[in-house]
């Protein structure tokens, strides 16, 4: 049995390299279709894996709360004066909306509130714009930073707001570069903070830092959030030095310049900047986001001077654009070698009645018909696999190709390899089919005598 099959795998053998070109031919369908399955799983394996690293950079189950500074509402009444209208008043975000939060919503696990000011780091000699942030010790979980050495904030620290701070691991590279940063003293502003701890490095890319709209978090200041309050500012209150800042705004004349940013800060009323709400269960998220706005709609007075975003359910959203995007390319490569398949079975049904003196003549000295079945499922096989084998490499190529002109994450998997190889045979097995019952039901005395 094993010599039979042998014999017919070596006779498809030589019919294959005694036709190259035709071969080759034949199985440009299946190396295209390979080729196309190989560049699309590829392509898709990237953006699973880019937005697996945006959710992870966005915190999982999380609600995001921020602030609106620049805040109008009115409405169009012809007959009231509009004019005449104050606006309507708001606390703004404040910590007494983080603790009704945490006491009338279910749902939660956690909460981070986050006060987040731009400041000047000085030391040796070196003076460089930093991140100031406020926050909890929740923080560090919900945004998966995981301290390098050194120790995370104490209760003692915590409730008293005393001076310490935990550092990125860009402001240790620039500012300790040649000494342990513990418990040694940094200036942030115009307070010294004594350092206590330092954060592993956080691996950002440029685009998920634009397209996320995050920050490089390795250039960040951490410090208990009461310690920001106390010592560099506190929005709901007003203070004696705000008033005579303010009055003196007034009193200057129109060609004082002030930028943006101090104009925007100027008339910022939050008390925090960023509230990050972790929900227990995904599905809830939508529905703690909607009691989440009703509640501090009715705490801000009505007015809407906030924005909730989920941006799990936003990514979900692109992941699902993503899948629906590869099925389409995947019926593509599909109908590629069902396309190719279809070739070889034409080309193989031809290469019968060119070889079919051969076929009656291999019949009339003994041959078996499943003798020439298994030729010619064999040599539709072979160049399946042959085309399989060439469309794999030139599947690759065509994903780093892709992934360095048009700057796309492409990811070839040993599955993705594995199912186009075996896709191709199978198909070579199928369509090889029909020509091997065709060649194989000639009559050994017409075939003798075909012209």
């Not at 045979?425 to 075939?447: C, E, H, M, Y």
Request: glycine letters at 8%; hydrophobic letters at 45%; charged letters at 20%.
């Amino acid at each position: 049995m094993n010599e039979k099959i042998v014999g017919n795998f070596s006779i498809a053998l030589e019919a294959i390299l005694a036709n190259k070109l035709r071969s080759f031919l034949t199985a440009l369908g299946i190396i295209f279709g390979v080729a196309a399955v190989i560049a699309m799983l590829g392509i898709g394996a990237g953006a699973q894996e880019e937005i697996l690293e945006q959710i992870k950079l966005v915190g999982v189950n999380n609600i995001i709360v921020q602030p609106v500074v620049e805040q109008t509402e009115e409405e169009v009444n012809e007959s009231s004066n509009i004019a005449n209208q104050k606006p309507k008043f708001s606390p703004g975000l404040t910590m007494l909306d983080v603790n009704s939060i945490q006491e009338i919503i279910p749902g939660i696990s956690t909460i981070s509130p986050e006060i987040i000011m731009d400041k000047h780091i000085i030391k040796n000699g070196i003076r460089r714009s930093a991140k100031l942030v406020g926050v909890e010790k929740s923080y560090f979980g919900l945004a998966n930073f995981r301290l390098g050495y050194g120790e995370m904030f104490s209760a003692k620290q915590i409730e008293e707001g005393e001076p310490v701070c935990i550092i990125g691991k860009s402001i240790e590279d620039r500012f300790f570069s040649e000494e342990d940063p513990l418990n040694k003293m940094i200036k942030v502003g115009n307070q010294w903070l004594k350092v206590i701890g330092v954060l592993e490095r956080r691996l950002i890319s440029q685009e998920n830092i634009n397209r996320l709209g995050i920050r490089d978090y390795n250039m960040d200041v951490y410090v208990p959030i009461s310690t920001m309050l106390i010592r560099y500012r506190d929005r709901s209150l007003i203070t004696q030095t705000q008033i005579q800042e303010a009055n003196s705004r007034n009193t200057q004349s129109d060609d004082t310049e002030t930028t943006d940013e101090e104009f925007m800060e100027s008339r910022n009323y939050h008390q925090l900047d960023r509230l990050v709400i972790r929900a227990d269960e995904t599905e809830s998220l939508s529905k703690i986001a909607d009691v989440l706005s009703r509640m501090l709609q009715r705490r801000h007075f009505g007015v809407v001077d906030y924005e909730i975003a989920i941006p799990e359910l936003l990514i979900k959203q692109q992941q699902r654009t993503n899948q629906i995007f590869n099925f389409v390319l995947g019926a593509l490569a599909g109908i590629s070698l069902l396309v190719g398949g279809i070739g070889i079975m034409n080309i193989m049904l031809a290469s019968v009645m060119e070889r079919i003196k051969e076929i009656g003549l291999r019949l009339a000295v003994g041959a078996q018909k499943s003798d020439i079945i298994l030729q010619f499922l064999f040599e539709a096989m072979l160049i399946s696999l042959a085309g399989g084998l060439i469309g794999v490499i030139l599947g690759m190529l065509i994903a780093m190709g892709i992934s360095n002109i048009a700057d796309i994450p492409t990811v070839i998997t040993l599955t993705s390899i594995m199912l186009s190889f075996g896709v191709a045979a199978t198909v070579g097995l199928i369509f090889g089919i029909a020509p091997a019952r065709k060649a194989a039901n000639q009559d050994p005395i017409t075939s003798l005598r075909y012209e």
